[in-house]
């Protein structure tokens, strides 16, 4: 009798077991699987909250507000506006934009190329256009490409830490 009651014990045992870690692989096979539909879901994720940056962006430079456009950026974020230049911090990208708006940069517009990264780090490369001032009924126009880095901040914001342009000649 001892040993039916242990060989019930150890069949009981063993079933607890094989259950639970049956349950345990049924779980982390449910969390792969979400963790995986994130994973495919975050380059549209991304895509999309790029998108909603240039607009942002182009609200703020085409609307001469050069504050709303200087926080969007880094305290630190370093620009490069293609000329060889580089400056660092907002009180330098605000004199640059100050200038552009001045000079009668408008109609500034951005179009995604190409946009990757994680949910810290973001890189952007899209194309960019502007109109220059009108001068003797002539409207000049400008382009090239971009290429941002964008981080989020302490308040889980994207922000910008690097952006470098070119002109196209």
Known sequence: MYKKIILSLALCLTALITNA???DLSESAAKTKAAAALLAQKPERIQEEMENAILVWNKAFNNKDITA???LYA???????GNGAVLIGHEEITG???SFIDGG??????????VGGDDDVVYQVAKWNAKGAEVDGIKPTFGGITTSVFKKNPEGKW???SHIWNVKQ
Request: glycine share 0%; aromatic share 4%; no cysteine.
């Open 21 to 23: 870690a049956s349950n």
């Open 69 to 71: 456009l200087v926080k």
């Open 75 to 81: 305290d630190d974020a370093i620009l490069s506006p």
């Open 96 to 98: 640059l934009f100050k």
């Open 105 to 114: 940069v408008n109609s500034h517009s951005l179009e995604i190329v190409k």
């Open 159 to 161: 922000v910008i830490k």
